[in-house]
């Protein structure tokens, strides 16, 4: 069947240092792949959509530059949160379709110290 | 820019008495409408989706939309406590389908 894989599952890194997190579609080719991040308290906030033959498109309050986003295929992202502080806290949430309903991973949690 | 509500923002149930959960969004050309529900610790589990005005059926889980109120509603048949969980409803819009706007969520707990 169809999953989205997440690693890791839960990280904890120092302040001001950087995270790198993984998202794979199985079974299937994603045409889009998204980045959702729910702070503690919070809905999930879209980060950034990648969609076939697109740029990566970001959201409002967040940036390439904070959190650069590697694609080498639909099937395969990669995110990086780039100095993370306490308010980079959160689940971080990789979304990926086809022509279906999105699904999605189970997360990678984020700690920071 | 979309604005997805959700109410209440807990709900408690016994088991087997159905649970009602609602969503209002406020963007009217919004045509897709998902329920997810997300356990403790977990990432998103979808329930249900719906994109017309009406119900619609998954298992126990029935959506109701009507998008002239600008309104969606989830009710969840004979509860059980595993089904714990916060409710999350999103909705998105037509060609930007991928693009879920997430409510704030409800928090069911169901008491055995």
């Known amino acids: 069947g169809a999953l989205v894989y997440q690693y890791p599952r839960r990280t904890i890194c120092k302040s001001g240092t950087s995270m790198r997190m993984e998202c794979q579609a199985v079974?299937?080719?994603?045409?889009?792949v998204a980045w959702y991040r729910q702070s503690p308290q919070k809905t999930f906030e879209l980060i950034a959509l990648s969609t076939v033959n697109s740029a990566i498109k970001y959201e409002q309050n967040f940036t390439q530059e904070k959190f650069p986003i590697s694609h080498p295929n639909l099937s395969f992202s990669s995110m990086t949160v780039l100095n993370a502080y306490l308010e980079d806290r959160g689940l971080y949430l990789c979304?990926?379709?086809?022509?279906?309903?999105?699904?999605f991973g189970e997360g990678t949690r984020l700690s920071v110290l | 820019q979309q604005k997805v509500q959700q109410s209440p923002e807990s709900l408690t149930v016994s088991e087997g008495a159905m649970a009602s959960l609602n969503c209002t969004f406020s963007?009217?050309?919004?045509?897709?409408f998902r329920w997810y529900r997300q356990h403790s610790g977990k990432g998103l589990e979808m329930l249900v989706s719906?994109?017309?005005?009406g119900e619609k059926e998954e298992g126990r889980f029935t959506a109701h939309l009507n998008r002239a109120s600008l309104h969606v509603s989830l009710h969840i048949r004979e509860p059980q406590p595993s089904d714990s969980a916060v409710y999350l409803c999103?909705?998105?819009?037509?060609?930007?389908?991928?693009?879920?706007?997430f409510g704030t969520g409800t928090s069911l707990l169901v008491d055995p």
């Open positions: 079974g299937f080719q994603a045409t889009s």
């Open positions: 979304g990926a379709r086809d022509n279906q309903a999105p699904l």
């Open positions: 719906i994109f017309s005005d």
């Open positions: 963007d009217g050309t919004s045509d897709n």
């Open positions: 999103a909705v998105s819009i037509g060609n930007m389908d991928y693009k879920l706007t």
